[in-house]
């Protein structure tokens, strides 16, 4: 929860985070190194130097880390578990749906659970996503459409088996269809994370919700031409937040835009943790005014009602949330956060230069 120097509460959904396992243990070939190598890379370039983990501490965490990093010295109040398989890079998956159901037991209340599926499985992989829906009571799934399988780099949402299993996500009641559009990641391909797909998925899949996951970066112009006229895509800020620091003029020329395209109602709060984690991302959020000229030319305005719908309410709305409820089931565990850096391991290690 974050609340303001006026006293007012913000409830915080967070809506992309992962509990992965990119140790060198997991890693089943050079591709598993590269990708979490390329995070880190990521994670470098764009955290506060005080912020910065160590190799040992970003390749893989507890969830007593996690769950101290997003609600005790982060602001989260429930976060959103994404998940990314990555089988041919890692052993036992990079961050699967099961993994993340430990997290959802472990802390009641806090965690919602996202599936995945892939539609090169085809029909085997039709009865793996009715058994998981079943099991995990689905109301989301993550996809990752530049992931390698075999021969095979990429997938697109207008694929006959893709199609087939958007489908059977209407049928299931699974709404929420998180699609990684983005930052390419080593080894996958560029070319595989275009963000054209969304608008023919979109237009035929009218019952869906279509949260385009880091807003097509480096394809705004494409994302919000698309976005803008499809009334069921919103847009995930994971990666495009963490520039609010290092980057200020690229992160108001991208909110501004993002703001003026889609409106406020369209737009979800990400930290994408473990890469970055929501006490500087929140509180730099909240600080943050888009500089005069801009809000001028662009006519966005991200004053105290829209940041409170992108950190927490559009979630809510498109997960059935119900915050005045959740608030009164949750333990206050922001309010025992420490003045220290939030990132600083419980056990006093050192972190990364």
Request: hydrophobic share 40%.
């Amino acid at each position: 929860m974050y609340t303001t120097a006026s006293g007012e509460e913000i409830f915080v959904i967070d809506g992309h985070v992962h509990k992965w396992d990119g140790s060198k243990a997991n890693q089943r070939n050079i591709h598993g190194e590269q990708f979490i190598n390329c995070f880190y890379g990521y994670h470098t370039f764009l955290s506060p130097a005080e912020k910065l983990l160590t190799r040992e501490q970003f390749d893989t965490y507890s969830a007593e880390q996690m769950h101290r990093d997003l609600f005790v010295h982060g602001y989260d109040d429930m976060a959103i578990c994404q998940p990314t398989y990555l089988t041919d890079f890692y052993v036992q998956g990079f961050n699967t749906t099961e993994q993340n159901a430990v997290l959802k037991t472990q802390y009641p209340g806090r965690f919602i659970v996202n599936g995945a599926f892939d539609p090169r499985d085809e029909a085997a992989g039709l009865d793996q996503l009715d058994e998981l829906a079943a099991k995990h009571q689905l109301q989301g799934v993550k996809l990752y459409t530049a992931e390698w399988k075999g021969a095979s780099r990429g997938y697109k949402l207008t694929d006959p088996w893709a199609e087939k299993y958007l489908e059977r996500c209407e049928a299931l009641g699974i709404r929420n269809i998180h699609v990684h559009k983005g930052p390419t990641i080593l080894p996958l391909d560029r070319d595989a994370f275009d963000v054209a797909d969304i608008d023919a998925a979109a237009t035929n899949f009218q019952g869906l919700n279509f949260i385009v996951e880091h807003c097509g970066l480096p394809r705004l112009d494409d994302f919000c031409w698309i976005a803008t006229q499809e009334t069921n895509v919103y847009g995930g800020l994971a990666v495009v937040l963490p520039f609010i620091r290092k980057k200020p003029q690229y992160f108001g020329h991208v909110i501004s835009q993002l703001l003026m395209w889609l409106g406020p109602d369209k737009l979800l709060y990400g930290s994408d943790y473990g890469i970055w984690t929501p006490d500087w991302l929140i509180e730099d959020f909240m600080a943050y005014e888009l500089p005069e000229a801009l809000a001028k030319e662009t006519g966005a305005v991200l004053d105290l009602e829209a940041k409170k719908k992108i950190l927490g309410l559009n979630a809510a709305r498109l997960y059935g949330v119900d915050i005045e409820a959740q608030k009164l089931r949750l333990p206050n565990a922001h309010q025992a956060r420490p003045v220290e850096s939030a990132l600083a391991p419980a056990d006093g290690a050192a972190v990364a230069a």
